[in-house]
């Protein structure tokens, strides 16, 4: 199991995630204080339970709006055509992930080479 450590409104914590997650947490963590700091200026300092409340209920609404979205527009396709669109959606996911794995990959081996 790894850890990561990410700072959320000026605090640092420690994160349990899978080995090669490492990356893909650090980016959540980013959004998320993203959307703390948006807060903290909206409203100021509101208690570190107060904002990350805050700010999960507009990650939530924004996925809600997505898969209202996504929703709406596999109402307006063929069953083939939807098939199609998850198979594409499922591929992207992969390509994605491999990608996040590839850059893991480099920069380990960047790591040891400016140590060498």
């Known amino acids: 199991m790894a850890q990561v ?8 914590h420690t994160v349990a995630c899978a080995a090669g997650e490492e990356a893909h947490v650090g980016r959540l963590a980013a959004y ?5 700091d948006t807060l903290v200026k909206s409203v100021g300092q509101a208690g570190d339970a107060r ?7 507009l990650i939530a609404d924004e996925l809600a709006e997505a898969e209202q979205a996504l929703d709406r527009a596999e109402q307006g ?5 939807l098939s199609v669109s998850r198979l594409a959606a499922a591929e992207e996911l992969a390509a994605a992930r491999s990608i996040d794995q590839l850059a893991l990959r480099l920069e380990a081996i960047a790591g040891r080479l400016e140590r060498d």
């Open 32 to 36: 998320v204080e993203q959307k703390v």
């Open 5 to 12: 450590e990410v700072t959320i409104n000026g605090r640092s």
């Open 77 to 81: 396709l063929q069953p083939a055509e």
């Open 51 to 57: 904002l990350l409340l805050m700010a999960s209920l």
